[in-house]
Nanobody, 122 residues
Framework: QVQLVESGGGSVQAGGSLRLSCVAS????????MGWYRQAPGEQREMVAI???????IYADRVKGRFTISKDNDKKMVYLQMSSLKPEDTAVYYC????????????????WGQGTQVTVLS
């Protein structure tokens, strides 16, 4: 069974840091890229960061230099280290495995999880 469970969100002051975690059951990391996505109120879900099966990292311009994606293939875990957080980073963060186009995927391997709320206070 394919299941995604995100954790690690919370409230933090601008400039602070958070580390998000995602357990991705039923997804073969050696065959799939994994990504972090976020959705702010009233906005569409957007790609934040992706790590390919080979370990190549791709970032949205908005987070480049501030966020770092990593994974543990054995534990089926994906992480997002977020630093220098800004109020505009406030959103619910989700993980998933994109199909097809990595940056502009419209299809994903797993049903979306509950996500984890990140709130950055100004």
């Amino acid at each position: 069974q394919v299941q995604l469970v995100e954790s690690g969100g919370g409230s933090v002051q601008a400039g602070g840091s958070l580390r998000l975690s995602c357990v991705a059951s039923g997804i073969t990391f050696s065959l799939n890229a994994m990504g972090w996505y976020r959705q702010a109120p009233g906005e569409q879900r957007e790609m934040v960061a992706i790590i390919t099966a080979e370990g190549r990292e791709i970032y949205a311009d908005r987070v480049k230099g501030r966020f770092t994606i990593s994974k543990d293939n054995d534990k089926k875990m994906v992480y997002l280290q977020m630093s220098s957080l800004k109020p505009e980073d406030t959103a619910v963060y989700y993980c998933n495995a994109p199909r097809g186009s990595l940056k502009h995927a419209t299809s994903f391997v797993a049903p979306w999880g509950q996500g984890t709320q990140v709130t950055v206070l100004s």
